[in-house]
């Protein structure tokens, strides 16, 4: 998993944070009045995020970077993936790939291994627009 740039997380749990992963909508709706648009800058003024359960001010977008992600709340939809997959190549039924819109930004989230998938079922058709 990559991350979602709709969720923060607070700092590293090892250093200057709690670990804890929330809704970045209300902090980003609190900070948009505070924006100056044309200078690029948000205002002094402005209330900075802090972590709604520890209260630390190391707060970061819940994006793959480093050591820092926070990935434990992404864990059980990686495990039900994993078992459908499983169950469905222990099956022997027809899986469809889909891949829309992922690229080349990080292949390795996604597209790497959804092209292995379907290479390992001999099976690989590979469509698209905008890249090889």
Not at 52 to 64: E, I, Y
Request: proline share 7%.
């Amino acid at each position: 998993m990559n991350g979602d740039m709709g969720l923060l997380q607070c700092g590293t749990r090892s250093e200057s944070g709690c670990g804890h992963v929330w809704d970045a909508r209300p902090v980003w709706d609190a900070l948009e009045p505070h924006i100056d648009y044309q200078r690029c800058r948000v205002a002094a003024n402005a209330p900075m995020p802090t972590c709604p359960r520890c209260g630390s001010d190391a707060v970061t977008l819940n994006c793959n970077g480093g050591s820092f992600f926070v990935r434990d709340h992404w864990e059980p939809n990686r495990k039900a993936y994993l078992q459908f997959v499983r169950s469905v190549l222990e099956q022997g039924k027809k899986l469809v790939v889909l891949e829309v819109g992922v690229g080349f930004n990080s292949p390795g989230a996604i597209r790497y291994p959804m092209e292995q998938l379907a290479a390992a079922r001999d099976s690989r058709v590979s469509v698209s627009a905008t890249e090889p």
